[in-house]
């Protein structure tokens, strides 16, 4: 139980807000990896379409995150729309995000841009994607051509999102989430993405020195049962540790964790009978949070945290707030007992298109569909007052 009943201040500097990401929001990414797939290649429930129309309406989000009382945003620009074709790069969607980028800092929310997020050009796609031979090379040359949207007012920049999925989805796996564990990443794409990071911290080196540089681990969160033990180290490593390791020399490295992971001795198990379930079927598992800051610290060493998501996919936005009130208090024992995390960011930010469907609703803020309007969730207005007293809350109450 938490001992500070007081609740604990932010740590001077602290990131506090919210996430998105450019394929889920932005809408018509029609030169994406993923709108063929999408749209024919497989069988999924729901387009990603006009998604949000963020790519359009993100003054609105923007508008609404710095009123609610936030000071962070975190949101991807896509490498498909600044390079729509091999070595031709859009100097009007450079413009476009740059616009992004001073229109956060002129709302007093420090822009935290994401360079990957889980979708890659068509073109790229199609000449092998990361198992291209000059894989590195293109994402590199991407990454050196963003110096106009990243060279000032923004300071951490994620080279990928969850290269752990990326290695997963791309080894042949499922292209939703699975309810359950992750595939097994491809040893081979593990090492490339790798290599894909490594060259893009020294082009943002290159771009400026104010840039801290890192990327973000979907947690496993793992946890042996019934004799898992061994069983459990092995799961974790390739899907977790060794992108976590990656990390160390890294400016800072994210942390993204939603629920657990259960192995017993022959592999990762359901959640336990009677558990309650978020819409997309990961058990409700606030712990998940803390648990992923302490294997994320022992695994990276000195390297600060950030929290680039948590949340979970729901309805019923009590459990949304309760769900978040204990992954905050998990946080704040992990801070209490010296960690160094540089901030938190929930996500999502907005209910967005969820990689094939719209129905696990992740959103502080509600997106009507058919009109686009934005509708603050309680739970939005809850960690905007957060936000604003800059202390986490003590549980419980
Ligand atoms: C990803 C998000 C995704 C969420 C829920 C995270 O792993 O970064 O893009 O929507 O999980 O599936």
Avoid at 266 to 280: H, K, M, S, T
Avoid at 358 to 382: C, E, H, Y
């Amino acid at each position: 139980m938490l001992a500070c009943a007081q609740g604990t201040p932010f740590p001077a500097g602290f990131l506090f807000g919210a996430s998105t990401s450019a394929h889920q929001t932005e809408g018509n990414n029609t030169n994406s990896d993923r709108w063929p797939l999408e749209h024919g290649g497989a069988l999924l429930p729901e387009l990603s379409g006009d998604a949000a129309d963020s790519y359009h309406r993100w003054p609105v989000d923007m508008d609404l995150l710095a009123e609610l009382g936030f000071t962070d945003y975190r949101f991807g620009i896509e490498w498909a729309r600044i390079e729509p074709a091999p070595g031709r790069f859009s100097r009007a969607a450079l413009a476009h995000y740059r616009r992004m980028v001073d229109g956060s800092r002129e709302r007093g929310l420090r822009p935290m841009v994401t360079l990957h997020h889980l979708t890659v050009p068509r073109w790229f796609a199609e000449r092998g994607g990361w198992r291209a031979p000059d894989a590195v090379e293109r994402f590199a040359r991407y990454v050196a051509a963003t110096a106009p949207v990243l060279g000032e007012g923004v300071e951490y920049v994620c080279t990928v999102n969850e290269p752990n999925v990326v290695a997963a989805f791309a080894a042949g796996a499922a292209v939703t989430s699975p309810p359950v564990g992750l595939p097994l990443p491809d040893p081979e794409l593990t090492a490339v993405l790798i290599e894909a990071h490594r060259a893009a911290v020294a082009e943002l080196r290159a771009i400026s020195p104010q840039l801290k540089a890192g990327w973000s681990v979907a947690s496993q969160v793992c946890q042996a049962v019934r004799g898992g033990a061994a069983a459990t180290a092995a799961y974790r490593r390739p899907r977790e540790d060794v992108f976590l390791e990656a990390a160390r020399g890294d400016d800072w490295v994210g942390v993204q964790a939603y629920t657990r992971t259960r192995v017993g001795p022959d592999g990762p198990l359901p959640p336990p009978a009677g558990a309650e379930l978020a819409l997309n079927g990961w058990e409700f598992y606030p712990s998940a949070l803390g648990e992923a800051l302490r294997h994320a610290a022992a695994v990276v060493g000195n390297v600060p945290i950030v929290v680039t998501e948590n949340g979970i996919a729901t309805t019923d936005d009590e459990r949304r707030i309760a769900y978040t009130q204990q992954a905050l208090s998990g946080l704040a024992e992990a801070l209490a007992d010296g960690l160094d995390i540089r901030g938190y960011l929930h996500r999502s930010a907005l209910d967005t298109h969820e990689w094939g469907t719209s129905r696990p609703t992740f959103g502080l803020i509600a997106v009507d569909p058919r009109t686009f309007l934005r509708a603050p969730k309680p739970s939005a207005r809850w960690l905007g007052r957060i936000a604003r007293r800059r202390t986490l809350p003590a549980w419980p109450f």
